[in-house]
């Protein structure tokens, strides 16, 4: 199914591993131009030859951390530089590590890590770069949150706190920019192989809690991602879509 998207431009924050990265991947094999933000600049370089190397479309670099407004305000210049971009994905960093349950997050340092670089990041971005999108009269806003903003997990509090802050905020953009041709969603995985899933120590019994009985892949949120990003998803807006094998029992 032809997504109708090639051409657009999309910035992809946190694209240059994991996830982002396999969403890049997607977007690109749709003939999408791409501007990758993430800090490390030899993971970005590399991420830029493969993209190149895989796809005929332009990939553009920022080194940048979310968490620095300086470094977001530069990432929008370079926007405009480039002519614009119609679609944003916004993939925000890794809670602080090891996960822990909310009376166990006594460290007030990893309570201030989480908001920085999950809630505090994500309405830098959203901010400064959605009134871009705004003015191009057509675009998209992809988040990728977490499942545990609508069913709390074990060991997820940091991250269903701040990732449930994101939610709202994109609820109110939706609102704001939907008579402006802009969308606004987000994907709540859980239980995706990414290259840390591995590392967790109860991996099958985390995947026998999936009544698919299986990890997700990357490939299957970003092929989420790139159809709620397509022409095809223009009126879902303000939409939180889960990504975890029926996990979350929610009926919301």
Known sequence: MDLGISGRRALVIGGSQGLGLAVCERLAAEGVDLLVFARDPDRLASCQQQLRQGHRVVVDTCVGNITCEADIERLAAQVEALGGAQ????????????????????????????????????????RKIVPLIVRTGWGRVVAITSASIKQPMPRHAISGVFRAGVQTALKHLSMEVADKGVTVNSVAPATVMTPTFGSFHNVEQRIQAVPIKRAGTPEELAATVAFLASEHAGFITGENIQLDGGQTRSLF
């Open 87 to 126: 679609i944003l994905v916004l993939n925000t960093p890794r809670p602080p590590s090891p996960m822990r349950d909310f009376l166990d997050e006594q460290d007030q340092a990893r309570w201030d890590q989480g908001y920085q670089q999950q809630l505090h990041g994500a309405l830098l971005v959203l």
